[in-house]
Structures are given as structure tokens and as C-alpha cells.
């Protein structure tokens, strides 16, 4: 059966990501990596029976779920209505070994029995071709194969082979172990080494963690949440997906469902952002390295989206053989977003880049060359500020000049006259400078709506949107500007509804939108504290908060009546804005001390 809402935990390691429900099915899992085929798609309700990797317990009577103290590995009880019970721990092997991470395509479970005499069957059921076929399975003495498309999925295991095999049910008398990954033969006793990567894996996240710079509010919140976003960076090219999913609709029953699976400069340089303000630089450093590596024009010319491994091209199409979450088709592979033209694009490279500049704990900082790299984005960006594009929100049928994307074509000039002011380069400083105040005295003037008394969504429009209150944020305006208050004013009174924010509330291509966009929420939070009105913004952080699934983890949307979580999961956008307004929120750390 598949799971009937978001209460799922992620585990991960850099290389890919799983997502496992309240039961500990894994529902979701992209192999070899995260934009690769869905072997285990049960999330996304297969027509072929399968598409999951489940402990079940007869007689079912309730489940908890945690993780492990700051860690990514996740422990899930079930109990039986006859006073057993059993505890299935999960998590993908992360370390430091020679010298570099070993973080391979692997999945590890642990079974052991806390009480009473269980029956259980284990079901490992992976699909291939996005769920259109069984692969094939062949079986050693103790493991199992199946020959998935381009990869070998290996399943090693101390359980009896043929219980596994034929899916037997069995009374769990001892602890069992489960090692599913490459197609190679471990040199060492399965116990021994689950054991081992579960102690050198709890280490290496309790000491990522300890380094965190976190507020000292909302501890547990922050933690869980620079934990998911590091979970959804690709580190063998250092690109930052949206989310795992495809295709979780932003609400019940629309056509809103989209393929996340790939890296959103904007999206990638926000989570940058919130992870450099935790302290977490490398995700910046691998960052920067995709960056880089992209095939970027001379002319600087940047998509909006592109794949994990530098694909340009992300053709979309739907999966017939998919029905989707909870059967709400279509269910869709590829974005057509990369042929879209979205200039904000190129001040977000920039932003992400900044503090390598400024940062001197850093062993490689930017230098002049790096800064010569970046200046055709600043290009680009003066270029491309006043011209129509579409958006953030990447509307289909519709282009504007998009007062978001000018502004952080402002930040692309602004930002660029700051460094070249590091390195002594007068003549870029001018250049920079004179750029950005250009921009700037055009955005004002431009974007300004005097009969409606607050910036609009666009050059000469009259909308609202909620990108707009992230001008104070980037330094476009001072917080306490009037022009600023009363926006964020209007927004408060004509996006809001009950704990949420619309993006906008005009008819799009898709018709009204009918969720709130969290990141929107949170962004209203911030501009709450930052115009003063702190104890509502704390108010409010405490209502979305508790909106979070049990885990801790959030989607993209939340529905307005029952803050019921919809869209792609976990979604990056969603846990950039959560630790962005913790550290704008919380008290210092000399209150408590």
C-alpha cells in the first residue's frame, strides 16, 4: 500500500537519498543517484505490485519513529498487539576514510527484537524502468541481485536467504542485518560491519553538528534541518537537488506536480546561504565547484536548472506506468524550466559566491581570478535587468520584468563592486557600483506602484508577490524604508491566510493557486522581526513549526485548512526558510548564559 501522506524520514549520504514511511517501508529511492530510476517508487503507487523494501510485523498495532540524536540514521518501532515489538534502524554509511568521504550507494537496516516472540516477513520488491517491469533476481548463499537498468542492486544479508527470497513469514529470535548496495562481496562478517558503519556513521554526523554556529532557540528544529539540506547535495558534483521527488502535487487533485530531482541555481545558492550562516562552508566550496563546471557560455548565459552532472537538457515526460501519489497522476520525469529564461539566476550565483571572498577561515578563498570568472554573470545580469523574463515562480505562458529578478540583478552588481573593493580594483569598484546604483534608481522608479502605496510584483504592475519581502534581506532597501513596511504590510493583508502565505493569488497557468508556499511563510516572519514586529514573527515561527511532520521535516506547501503537507519532499526551500528565520529570531546566546 502507499503511503497516504508525507510523515517520512530521509536518510542519505551525499551519493543519494531514501525516503521511509511510519512503518519503515522505503517508498522512495533513486538509484544510482537522485535524478536515476525510482527502484523503490511505491510513494508514486505503481501499477505493478512492489516498488518498496518493508519489515512487516503481524498484527501491526502501532509505530514510533526518531532519529538518532543529531544523525541522519533513523529508528522506527513497531509493535504487535500481543506485546511484541521490534526495532528497524536505517541510514547510509557516511565517513572519512583515506583521506576522503566514503559514502557509497548503500543502504543499511538493522531488525532486532525488543520484546516478545514477532513474526515478521521481510519484502524486498525493487522495480525497474520507473516502475514498468520486475528486474531480474539472481541469488547466491547469501545474497540476492536484481539487474536494474545500467546498475546491479545487491541485497546481503545473515537472514535465511529463502525467507527473503519467497517473502516466509518468521518469528524474529535475533538480531538480523541487511546490506543493500553495489554489487560487491563483503570482506568482513555482515554483523561486524553494520555495526561498524553505524558507529563511524553517528560519528561523523554528532561531529558535523558540533560545528554548527546554531542559535540557541529552536536547537532541534535548526539541526534537523541543516541535516536534510546537506542530505540533498550531490557530492560528486557538488550540485544541490530541489527535493528528492517528482510529481507530489502542491495540492490535492492539480496539475501542479513537478520533477524536483535537479539543481535550481536560485534554490541551490538559498540553501548556500542559510548552511554558510550555520557555519557549513563546504556545501559552498562543492557548490561553486558545479558552478564552474557548468558548460556556461563566454557570454556568462546560465539556465535556470540544470542536471546533477551538468545536463542542460531536461526534456519532460510523463510516466504512464506510475499512477502517482495517491493516485493524482500524471507523474512527470524532466523540467521543462530549463528553457526558460529567469534572470535572478545570475545574482544568485553571485550571492552563493560572496563570502568566499570575505571568509578567512576558509583554506581556499576567492581570489582575482575567481572574481574575473564571475564579473560576465554581472554582465549578464546589467544586461538582462529591465527585460522580461519569467520569474521565480516560472510562469509558463506569461513573461514580465519581474521586480525579484531585477533586484537580484542589482545584487549580482552590487555584490561584484564589493569584491573587486577587496582586491583594490578601483576601476571594477566604479564599474560595479555605478551599475548597481543604475539598476537600483530604475527598480524604484519602476516597481514603485504610488496608487497602491507598495512595490509590485513587476515593472509598472499592481500585484503583490511574496519575493518582495525579501528586498530588506538582500540589502535593496533599509528594513525600517516606509516603502518597504508598507509592503510587507500589504502582503500581510492580501497574501495571508490563517499560519500561511500565498506566493500570489492571481490565476496562473495552472488556474488559482490553492496551497501556502512555507518558504513564503517564513519569509513573512523574517519581515515581521526585521520591521519590528518581532513577537509575532516568534508567534507565528512557533505555529509553522509545529506544522512540521514528525520527523521534523517539511515539504514544499502546506494546505491552509488542516496544514496538511503537500508538494516534493523534503524540500530544500522549505528548511533554508526555517533556519534563515531561527537565526533571525532567536534570542543571543549571552541571554542564556
Known sequence: MASRNLNLGVVGNGSFGALIDAQARVTWCCVPAFDGDPAFCALLEPELDGGDWAIELEDLAETEQAYANNTAILRTILRDN????????????????????????????????????????????????????????TWGSNHLRFLLPGFTLRMTTDMPLRLLR????????RELHFVLGPDETLTEPIAAFVRDAEHRTTGYWREWVRYLSIPPEWQEAVIRSAITLKLCQYEDSGGIIAAMTTSIPEAPHTPRNWDYRYCWLRDAA??????????????????????????????????????????????????????????????????????QKQHDVYGSVVLAS????????????????????LEPLGERAFALHDQPDAGLWEFRGRAHVHTYSSVMCWAACDRLAKIADSFALHDR?????????????????????VEQGHFADAFGGERLDASLLLLADLGFIAADDPRFIATVE???????????????????DFGEPETSFTICTFWYID?????????????????????????????????????????????TYSHVGLVMAAMQLSRPWQDFS
Open 354 to 373: 560572496t563570502q568566499l571572498f570575505f571568509d578567512r577561515r576558509l583554506e581556499h578563498r576567492g581570489d582575482e581570478a575567481m572574481f574575473r570568472r
Open 270 to 339: 538559498f540553501v548556500v546561504r542559510a548552511l554558510n550562516r550555520l557555519g557549513a562552508t563546504r556545501t559552498m566550496e562543492e557548490y561553486l565547484r558545479y558552478i564552474f563546471n557548468l558548460a556556461v557560455g563566454e557570454d556568462g548565459a546560465l539556465q535556470p536548472v540544470y542536471g546533477i552532472a551538468y545536463e542542460a537538457t531536461l526534456a519532460e515526460e510523463e510516466v504512464p506506468q506510475l499512477k502517482g501519489y495517491r493516485g493524482m497522476g500524471p507523474v512527470r520525469r524532466g523540467n521543462l524550466a530549463w528553457l
Open 527 to 571: 519581515a515581521l522581526a526585521a520591521i519590528g514586529r518581532k513577537d509575532e514573527a516568534r508567534a507565528l515561527f512557533e505555529r509553522v513549526l509545529a506544522r512540521r511532520n514528525p520527523l521534523g521535516l517539511l515539504s514544499e506547501d502546506l494546505a491552509f485548512e488542516d496544514g496538511e503537507a503537500w508538494g516534493n519532499f523534503p524540500q
Open 82 to 137: 500481543r506485546g511484541g515489538a521490534i526495532e528497524i534502524t536505517d541510514f547510509a554509511p557516511r565517513w572519512h576514510q583515506n583521506a576522503r568521504f566514503y559514502r557509497p550507494v548503500m543502504l543499511i537496516r538493522r531488525v532486532r527484537v525488543l520484546s516478545g516472540n514477532p513474526r515478521v516477513r521481510a519484502r524486498l520488491r525493487p522495480l525497474a524502468d520507473w516502475g514498468a517491469r520486475v528486474p531480474e533476481r
Open 166 to 173: 519467497d517473502e516466509l513469514p518468521f518469528v524474529l529470535d
Open 429 to 449: 569598484t566604479q564599474l560595479w557600483r555605478e551599475r548597481a546604483d543604475t539598476i537600483r534608481a530604475r527598480v524604484l522608479a519602476e516597481a514603485w506602484n
Open 490 to 508: 500589504a502582503i500581510g493583508s492580501k497574501l495571508k491566510r490563517g499560519d500561511g502565505l500565498f506566493r500570489y493569488v492571481v490565476a496562473d
